[in-house]
């Protein structure tokens, strides 16, 4: 049973910042790719950031310059780090790894739960 569990969420006013966190726990074998996306309400769910095991990292256009994303292989762990943060990042988060759990089992997505992130004063 593969997990991933986000932390970090919450309110904040505009131009504060937030880190979220999402760990990976459970039968693993290899991390690929991991990801964050957000889902607003009545909106549908959009990829915000990237980052593939090599550390490549790609960025949503209306984020860049403003987010950063990071891992750290020996936690099965992935950051978000959100800066500047604007009324309309108000979202649910979701943490997304693309992984396998035994050397031989195909690559599979998995998802966690979602935190909430609001931006409001």
């Known amino acids: 049973q593969v997990q991933l569990v986000e932390s970090g969420g919450g309110l904040v006013q505009p131009g504060g910042s937030l880190r979220l966190s999402c760990a990976a726990s459970g039968n693993i074998f290899s991390i690929y790719a991991m990801r964050w996306y957000r889902q607003a309400p009545g909106k549908q769910r959009d990829l915000v950031a990237s980052?593939?095991?090599?550390?490549?990292?790609n960025y949503a256009d209306s984020v860049k310059g403003r987010f950063a994303i990071s891992r750290d292989n020996a936690k099965n762990t992935v950051y978000l780090q959100m800066n500047s943060l604007k009324p309309e990042d108000t979202a649910v988060y979701y943490c997304?790894?693309?992984?396998?759990?035994?050397?031989?089992?195909?690559?599979?997505?998995?998802w966690g739960q979602g935190t909430q992130v609001t931006v409001s004063v």
């Open positions: 997304n790894a693309d992984l396998t759990e035994e050397s031989w089992s195909p690559r599979r997505d998995y």
């Open positions: 980052i593939t095991s090599g550390t490549y990292t």
